[in-house]
C-alpha cells in the first residue's frame, strides 16, 4: 500500500477539513475490495460505452475512459499499479488514478453512477466468479469420492450411530453419502450465482438517475440475465452475499464431518485408513506421531466459516433503507469464507486422492461382535414371529455372549437352536458379513445393486453440474 499523496478524497467539494490519517484507514476498505479491480474496471468501462451510446458523454470520451481503463487493467496485473489507501475503496482508486492520466473525460465516468451501485455491480460480479469457482472445487472432491467408491466397490465397513457399530455398509455408500451432501452444495453454490445475476447498476445512489441511461445495455455487456427492478432495493441488498455465505458455511461443515471421520479413521483404535505423509505432520517431541493436521484444520476452519455467516447476518440486521456504510463490511467477512472453503475443497480434495483405506481392517471390524443382530431378528420374523418378540430373543442372545466372551461367530447350530426352535442350520448364512450388506437392497440402501446404480446416478449428477459449469463460463 502506497504512502497517502491524497488525502483530499473525490467527494472533497464540500469538506473543509479531512478526517486524517487514522481515520481515513479506519473508513477505508480498499485492502479489503481491491481484489474486485477486475469486476470494477469491467463495470466501468460498460457504463461509459452504454453512456456514450446514449449520447450522454461523446463517443471520443467513452474511447479515452475505456483505453485509460484497459492501462490500469494490465497495471494492475503486472502488480505494478499503486494502491493508495487515500483512496478509500477500489472504485475510487481507479477513478482518481483514470482521472489524473486522461483528465476530463475520466471526470465524467461517474456520470449518472454512484459508488453504491457500483459497489453492489462489482459484488455481484464477484459472487458469480467465486460461486462458480467453489463449484467447481467441489465437483473435484466429488470426482474424488466417486472414484474411491468404484475402486472398493466390495469392501465392508461397520457402519455406526452414536458412534456404536450398528449395521454393516459398503465403503463405497458411506464415501457416497458425502458425494451427495456436496452435490447439495453445489447446487447451493448455483443458487447464489443465480441470487447475483441481476444487475444493479443504473439504481445511483438510490433513486435512479436523471440521465436517459440503457441499463438492460449495461446488464448484457456484463453478462447479467436480468436488471434490479427497485433502485433501493438494489443498492442495499445482500441477499445474494448471505446466500453465498451460507452455502460455503454447509459446504465447510460437510467437510469438517468428512475431516473428523477421516481423523477417527485413521487414528490406531480404528486404523481404517492411512493418510499419505504429505497430508500429516508430526510432532516435535514424540518420534512416533504421525498427526493428521490438515484435516483437523478443515475441522477448526468451520467455526470462522460459521462466524462469518453469523456476522453478515447481524451486520445486515438494523439497517434502513437503502445504503448504509455498514455494508461495507460485508466484503471482509465473505470474502473470508470464501478463500478458507475454497482453500479447504482443495486440502480435502488431495487428502482423499493420495488415501488408503485398510480394507482388511474394515473387513475384519465389520464381521465381528453382533451387527448381525437386527438381521437375525429379521430371519425369526420370515418364520413368523412378531418383530418384538424376535427383537427380545436375540437380545437374550447378545446379552448372555457377551457375558461368556464370545460373539455370534462363536455360536454352533445348536448353540442358535438353544435360544430359539426357529433358528434352523441355514442361520449362518444370516450372520456372513457380505450377504447382511447384499440383503439390504432396497432403494438407497446399502445393498450390491443399489449402490451400483448410486454410482451411476452419482457420475450423471457429476456431469450435469458440469455441463453447468461449462454453460457458464465467461466467455472473456
Ligand atoms: N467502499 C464502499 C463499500 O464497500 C463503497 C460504497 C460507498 N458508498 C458511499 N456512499 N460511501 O460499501
Not at 443504473?202 to 433513486?207: D, E, I, P, T
Request: glycine share 8%; aromatic share 8%; net charge negative.
Amino acid at each position: 500500500m502506497g504512502g497517502s499523496k491524497n488525502l483530499k478524497a473525490l467527494w472533497g467539494g464540500r469538506f473543509e477539513r479531512s478526517p486524517g490519517r487514522f481515520l481515513t484507514e479506519f473508513g477505508a476498505s480498499l485492502p479489503v475490495d481491491r481484489r474486485m479491480w477486475e469486476e470494477d474496471i469491467r463495470g466501468s468501462v460498460a457504463h461509459a460505452r452504454m453512456l456514450a451510446a446514449q449520447g450522454i458523454i461523446t463517443p471520443e470520451d467513452a474511447e479515452e475512459i475505456v483505453s485509460g481503463l484497459f492501462g490500469i487493467r494490465e497495471e494492475i496485473k503486472a502488480g505494478e499499479f499503486e494502491w493508495d489507501i487515500a483512496d478509500e475503496d477500489v472504485h475510487m482508486a481507479i477513478e482518481r488514478v483514470l482521472t489524473e492520466r486522461i483528465g476530463p473525460a475520466g471526470a465524467r465516468l461517474h456520470t449518472g453512477r454512484s459508488r453504491n451501485d457500483q459497489v453492489a455491480t462489482d459484488t455481484r460480479l464477484y459472487v458469480k466468479k467465486r460461486a462458480r469457482d467453489i463449484a467447481y472445487r467441489i465437483s473435484g472432491v466429488r470426482e474424488e469420492l466417486l472414484a474411491a467408491a468404484e475402486e472398493h466397490a466390495h469392501c465392508v465397513v461397520p457402519g455406526y450411530t452414536h458412534l456404536q457399530r450398528a449395521q454393516p455398509v459398503l465403503l463405497s455408500h458411506h464415501l457416497l453419502a458425502y458425494g451427495w451432501m456436496l452435490s447439495r452444495d453445489f447446487t447451493r453454490m448455483r443458487h447464489a450465482f443465480e441470487a447475483a445475476d441481476a444487475c444493479p447498476l443504473g439504481a445511483a445512489a438510490l433513486a435512479g438517475t436523471t440521465y436517459p441511461i440503457d441499463r438492460d445495455m449495461v446488464a448484457g455487456q456484463l453478462g447479467f440475465s436480468a436488471v434490479s427492478e427497485n433502485s433501493m432495493d438494489a443498492v442495499s441488498d445482500r441477499d445474494f452475499l448471505v446466500d453465498l455465505v451460507y452455502a460455503c458455511a454447509m459446504c465447510q461443515t460437510h467437510l469438517s464431518r468428512l475431516a473428523e471421520e477421516l481423523i477417527l479413521w485413521s487414528s490406531e483404535e480404528f486404523g481404517f485408513v492411512v493418510m499419505d505423509d504429505a497430508y500429516s505432520t508430526g510432532s516435535s517431541i514424540m518420534p512416533q506421531k504421525k498427526n493428521p493436521d490438515f484435516a483437523e484444520l478443515v475441522r477448526g476452519k468451520t467455526g470462522s466459516v460459521i462466524g462469518s455467516l453469523v456476522a453478515l447476518l447481524v451486520t445486515l440486521k438494523g439497517l434502513p433503507l437503502a445504503y448504509n456504510k455498514d455494508m461495507q463490511e460485508d466484503k471482509r467477512v465473505a470474502f473470508d469464507a470464501i478463500d478458507t472453503l475454497a482453500d479447504c475443497l482443495q486440502v480435502v480434495q488431495g487428502m482423499l486422492g493420495s488415501l488408503s483405506f485398510n480394507t482388511a481392517r474394515m473387513r475384519e471390524a465389520a464381521d465381528s461382535g453382533f451387527m448381525a443382530a437386527t438381521d437375525l431378528a429379521d430371519y425369526l420374523v420370515g418364520k413368523g414371529m412378531p418383530f418384538r418378540e424376535a427383537h427380545e430373543v436375540v437380545g437374550k442372545m447378545v446379552l448372555e455372549l457377551e457375558k461368556s466372551g464370545r460373539s455370534l461367530h462363536d455360536l454352533s447350530a445348536e448353540g442358535f437352536a438353544g435360544f430359539s426352535c426357529e433358528f434352523d442350520p441355514d442361520v449362518s448364512e444370516i450372520t456372513d458379513v457380505d450377504r447382511q450388506v447384499g440383503r439390504r437392497g432396497s432403494a438407497g440402501g446399502t445393498g450390491h445393486d443399489p449402490v451400483r446404480k448410486q454410482i451411476a446416478q452419482m457420475r450423471t449428477s457429476i456431469a450435469g453440474d458440469e455441463a453447468w459449469l461449462e454453460a457458464t463460463q465467461d466467455p472473456e
